[in-house]
């Protein structure tokens, strides 16, 4: 655990991706480091609004079959920092599969490990999610960190999985079960 996080655990909220939000989506989205070892598509401002209007529930713990798009703010001054991306895979089955970005002005701060955490507990606690998946690039030590210290357990490579940058990149595969959460 960093110095920084180990004295000063940032504490974060996650809402909801807003319109407020769209111009830092697009900035950070466009952020070579942000690219590096994941595949974005860029959208433009309405297809976040579309996006945004099909996110109906108004708390995204009432769940449906699909991805969410939520916003990282540091509570004390309330600025966002990043994003994460949630996809109910299956609310019969309580799967999830989660992705996270920090913009790159705020790595190393902690932020990424305490918006997951607070996202799990959010899970565990108020829906019927038993299980949550994620894939990183084998090249992302940083994310492979994230992943771990929030309880993440290594199950595999997925060998050539995803197209980055135009290559094909070799990905562990995570899994957290709410039994195994601490
Ligand atoms: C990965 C990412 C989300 C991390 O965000 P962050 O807020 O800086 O992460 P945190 O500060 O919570 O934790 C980072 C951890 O990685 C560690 N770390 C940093 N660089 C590292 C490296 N090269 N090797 C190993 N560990 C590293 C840090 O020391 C820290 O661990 P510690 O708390 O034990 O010291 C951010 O770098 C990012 O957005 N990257 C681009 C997008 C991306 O890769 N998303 C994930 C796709 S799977």
């Not at 991706?17 to 401002?45: D, F, V």
């Not at 690039?137 to 929030?150: A, G, I, Y």
Request: proline letters at 4%; hydrophobic letters at 35%.
């Amino acid at each position: 655990m960093g110095s920084k996080e180990r004295n000063h655990p940032p504490k974060v909220r996650i809402t909801l991706l807003k319109e407020k939000h769209i111009p830092r989506m697009i900035e950070w989205r466009n952020q070579p480091e942000i690219r590096e070892h994941q595949p974005i598509a860029q959208l433009s401002h309405d297809q976040f609004l579309n996006f945004i209007h099909s996110q109906k529930s108004p708390h995204f713990w009432k769940l449906a079959d699909r991805e969410y798009i939520l916003i990282i703010e540091e509570v004390t001054g309330g600025q966002p920092v990043g994003w994460m991306t949630l996809e109910i895979s299956s609310q019969q089955h309580g799967l999830a599969r989660l992705g996270y970005s920090i913009g790159k002005e705020h790595w190393g701060r902690g932020y990424a490990t305490a918006a997951v955490r607070t996202l799990l507990v959010q899970l565990f606690t108020k829906t019927a999610i038993m299980r949550i998946e994620a894939d990183c690039s084998v090249h992302n030590p940083t994310s492979v960190r994230v992943l771990e210290k929030c309880g993440f357990r290594k199950v595999g490579i997925k060998k050539e999985y995803l197209v980055i940058n135009g290559r094909r990149v070799d990905h562990y595969y995570y899994e957290l079960l709410k039994k195994n959460f601490k």
